[in-house]
């Protein structure tokens, strides 16, 4: 495991990408052996089933899959564009979720995907011209 983390290039942001990335897999699992969690999340409605939380935790996993990837290649342009798409994508979803199907509520299960996505957001876009060599 060590090996592993001494070959992650020396920037926060890939580091970060990391984080996520195993938080993300730690989701993974947990749609798929259960939805309490994904009930959490999604608390306003009970179209959380069995089948809802795997599709929920397959698109977690790819997720997790581009961030962890990013976050070895974090210098090349295209990689590091669609670890930003996840982060959008992921607070749209959420959002919409939230603001436009209400089909959840502000709280933890919300609030932590948001925040989590609206940081990395924010984070990638002010690292992007140190990390790659171009404008934000």
């Known amino acids: ?24 897999l730690f989701n993974t699992v947990q ?8 009930k959490r999340v999604y608390s306003n409605t009970n179209e959380v089933n069995g089948l ?8 977690t996993l790819l997720s997790a899959i581009v961030r962890f990837y990013c976050a070895y290649h974090i210098t090349n342009p295209d990689v590091y564009f ?11 979803h959420f959002l ?6 209400r089909t959840t509520n502000l709280g933890p299960g ?16 002010k690292e992007k011209a140190s990390i790659l060599g171009i404008a934000a």
């Open 31 to 38: 749609s798929f052996l259960t939805p309490k969690l994904t």
């Open 82 to 92: 669609l670890c930003q798409c996840t982060y959008y994508l992921a607070c749209f």
């Open 1 to 24: 495991m060590s090996q592993i983390l001494a070959m992650l290039p020396d920037s926060l942001v890939a580091k970060w990408n990391v984080v996520v990335s195993v938080a993300a």
């Open 52 to 59: 809802q939380g795997r599709t929920f935790g397959i698109w």
């Open 110 to 125: 919300l609030l932590s995907p948001i925040v989590v996505s609206t940081v990395s957001i924010w984070f990638m876009a």
């Open 96 to 101: 919409s979720e939230w603001l436009l199907f």
